[in-house]
Nanobody
Framework: QFQLVESGGGLVQPGGSLRLSCAAS????????IGWFRQAPGKEREGVSC????????NYADSVKGRFTISRDSDRITAYLQMNSLKPEDTAVYYC??????????????????????WGQGTQVTVSS
């Protein structure tokens, strides 16, 4: 059974850092783009970052550019979101998701939630002093 599990969330002060992990079980991430999304109370789920299945392309929401970094592990089952210079407005539940990519689109990724096939359960990130 395909499953994604996020970890690494928690409470951090403004300006601090966290690294979120996304671990796959039941499949490898070789042919999947990975997206990170977040949802704050009362708001819609929004795309934060994505990386293509080949790792050659990444995208970031304007609100996190220069602060967050997405990456894929060579173990083929783990992806990360390094979050630096965190702000209170980054507070949300963070989700990772995987989108199967055919060879024609493996060099791209997008941050539209409806494109993604598999989702984790989410991890809470709270930025507060």
């Amino acid at each position: 059974q395909f499953q994604l599990v996020e970890s690494g969330g928690g409470l951090v002060q403004p300006g601090g850092s966290l690294r979120l992990s996304c671990a796959a079980s039941g499949f490898t991430l070789d042919y999947y783009a990975i997206g990170w999304f977040r949802q704050a109370p009362g708001k819609e789920r929004e795309g934060v970052s994505c990386v293509s299945s080949t790792g050659s392309s990444t995208n970031y929401a304007d609100s996190v550019k220069g602060r967050f970094t997405i990456s894929r592990d060579s173990d083929r089952i783990t992806a990360y979101l390094q979050m630096n210079s965190l702000k209170p407005e980054d507070t949300a539940v963070y989700y990772c998701a995987a989108e199967y990519q055919s060879p024609a689109v493996q060099g791209m990724c997008n941050m539209a939630p409806y494109e993604y096939d598999h989702w984790g359960q989410g991890t809470q990130v709270t930025v507060s002093s």
